[in-house]
């Protein structure tokens, strides 16, 4: 059998359905394809030469023939630990865009949520309290003509602009690299996301988060996490804000210096913040954040959706058929970079 048409041994170590696991191997007839989960028995590393997978790694000796990992998630900062990824020559792609749809979805919604005074209306509706001033209490400005700063313009970032775009907001946006907007080779659901990354007003740097807040009546986190990007948000960032404006987190918990938020928040220096990741998970009982009445606290859900198993094997399978092909794979993380 020639090298090209050789088997290709590949293990699922997630909690994909038969169904999911038949359409993978419908793809090819060279694709061995075997769910282990929630163990992978040492044997089955041998062969393999591609692996999806959400925490599980083989030791470097474990998979000697290991090529490609797929991940199972977006953020890679743990899985760049993996002795596996940082041994070997081991191409690895990431879950980028799969979380994009219910993500942005999440930042509108808590968008809304500040600009309606919805946290106002469940507490006064507990206390069963029709409020003598109305105008005093619910008088919003509609999100039409308010600004949205973006910090991280990836799958996520590019969605939220596409909503906020959609309902009359001004986008700003940073990211890393501002001379290239596009997103070559990057997985998206069609009908989504802003592919030629025009939608933004203006562009930054990630360094200039100062001068992006300063215009700001929402500052949308939607970065990695790296040592350029981490506690990004700190101090000067929270102290540059409006008064009025909106802090909302669906990036990583550490991208903001979480003291300093605490501070920024009791003294009403910043509106109000909705928070979905935070720099310890769970977050502890003991918790500052969990006592402050300006703040949306959800536990790193903004992400999930119903069919996430099937989104993510959808994106393996046109990996895998771009593997199979040797072309170039969507979202290659790079290690350089750390996503």
């Known amino acids: 059998m020639s090298q090209s048409a050789a ?5 699922v170590a997630a909690d994909f359905s038969d169904a999911i696991l038949q359409e993978l191997r419908a793809i090819s007839p060279r694709l061995q394809v075997e769910r282990h989960h929630p163990a992978v028995p040492e ?5 393999a030469e591609v692996l999806y997978t959400l925490r599980t790694f083989p030791t470097p000796e474990q998979a000697p023939r290991l090529r490609w990992i797929q991940l199972h998630m977006a953020g890679v900062e743990e899985a760049l630990k993996a002795p596996v990824i940082k041994a070997q020559d081991i191409e690895v792609t990431n879950a980028s865009g799969i979380h994009a749809v219910p993500m942005a979805e999440y930042c509108l919604m808590m968008m809304l949520a500040f600009n309606y005074r919805l946290p106002t209306m469940i507490e006064a509706k507990e206390r069963i309290e029709w409020p003598a001033d109305l105008e005093a209490v619910y008088n919003p400005a509609p999100l039409r003509g308010q600004t949205v700063g973006i910090i991280g313009y990836g799958a996520v970032g590019r969605e939220v602009a596409r909503l906020a775009t959609g ?4 986008v700003l946006a940073a990211k890393r690299d501002v001379m290239h907007p596009e997103q070559p080779d990057k997985y998206s659901e069609p009908g989504t996301g802003d592919p030629a990354g025009d939608l933004p007003d203006r562009i930054y740097p990630m360094q200039a988060a100062v001068s992006l807040v300063k215009e700001c009546d929402f500052v949308v986190l939607a970065c990695p996490l790296t040592r350029l990007t981490r506690h990004l948000i700190d101090e000067e960032v929270l102290a540059a804000m409006k008064r009025t404006a909106v ?3 669906v990036a990583r918990g550490a991208v903001v210096d979480e003291a300093a938020l ?3 928040l009791a003294a009403g220096r910043i509106a109000g913040a ?3 990741v935070f720099e ?7 918790s500052p954040l969990w006592n402050l009445p300006n703040l949306i606290i959800s536990p790193h859900a903004s992400g999930n959706r119903v069919d996430y198993n099937q989104q993510c094997a959808n994106l393996f399978a046109a990996n895998l ?3 199979l092909e040797h072309e170039p794979l969507l979202n290659r993380v790079s290690r350089e970079r750390e996503y």
């Open 167 to 170: 309902s009359g907001m001004k």
């Open 43 to 47: 044997r089955a590393w041998l062969d």
């Open 280 to 286: 310890e998970e769970p977050l502890p009982a003991t």
């Open 262 to 264: 605490i501070s920024a």
């Open 247 to 249: 802090l909302i987190n």
């Open 274 to 276: 909705a928070l979905d």
């Open 321 to 323: 058929r771009r593997y």
């Open 7 to 11: 088997p290709i041994s590949v293990i």
